[in-house]
């Protein structure tokens, strides 16, 4: 059961262009949201999150929208630098549930062409 | 200040073989996560510790253990090992727990088993 779903395996844009990531999830229990970047053999890097109690959050070229309705977030990258091509993974916790545990996506692979 | 550290980076061992990982969290970081990494099944969280305490575990069999010390660091240990082992096993610290607080990850620890 998957409960959290990047349903784009890949993605390339232009250089300086904007990148737009989606997931999706199932559990309304969710409440905190982040987004992470990952280079090949290299740990993930945090780059942004937001809380259920907002529905947007930015953080210099990066930002979070959320929609608690339909259950998706989406991380907007603007503009696009051929250094942000790494794989784009969103992933999900139970604040509520008093855990650390994160729920991931299956991931994103982003190309920016220069 | 100097993030996680994972050692060792790479290991090889033979099935049947057991292995111990570990993990420096970020100074002054209370809370360690283990995760592991397959093409098959994407990031999938292992345990949780907290001030020695596991706090939470995912559905991995009785073979994956770990402990964490008075200083913070962590171990996780799989013993009896199988090929299907084989995956990046990532470490990430948070300074709170309860989903609380950003984790940041580790570089990992790639395990090959043969």
């Known amino acids: 059961d998957q409960q959290v779903k990047q349903n784009s395996p890949s993605l390339s844009v232009q250089e300086g262009r904007i990148s737009i990531l989606n997931c999706d999830y199932t559990n309304s229990m969710f409440d905190y949201f982040l987004w992470y970047k990952k280079y090949p053999a290299e740990g993930p890097t945090f780059l942004i999150s937001i809380s259920s109690i907002k529905d947007k959050n930015e953080d210099g070229r990066f930002t979070v929208f959320l929609n608690k309705s339909a259950k998706h977030l989406s991380l907007h990258i603007v503009p696009s630098q051929p250094g942000d091509s790494a794989v784009y993974f969103c992933?999900?916790?139970?604040?509520?549930?008093?855990?650390?545990?994160?729920?991931f996506g299956t991931g994103t692979l982003l190309a920016v062409q220069p | 200040k100097a993030g996680v550290t994972q050692t060792p980076r790479y290991l090889i061992k033979t099935r049947g073989q057991q292995v111990t990982l570990s993990c420096s969290p970020i100074?002054?970081?209370?809370?360690v996560s283990w995760y592991q990494q397959t093409p098959g099944q994407g990031l999938q969280f292992l345990f949780e510790y907290f001030s020695e305490t596991q706090r939470n575990k995912g559905n991995f069999p009785g073979r994956f253990s770990g402990r964490q010390f008075s200083n913070s660091r962590s171990e996780m240990n799989v013993s009896t090992l199988e090929l299907g082992d084989s995956a990046l096993y990532l470490c990430a610290s948070s300074f709170l727990a309860g989903g609380a607080d950003t984790q940041y990850f580790g570089p990992g620890t790639r395990l090959t088993v043969l």
């Open positions: 992933a999900a916790s139970d604040r509520g549930g008093a855990t650390n545990k994160l729920i």
């Open positions: 100074s002054g970081h209370r809370s």
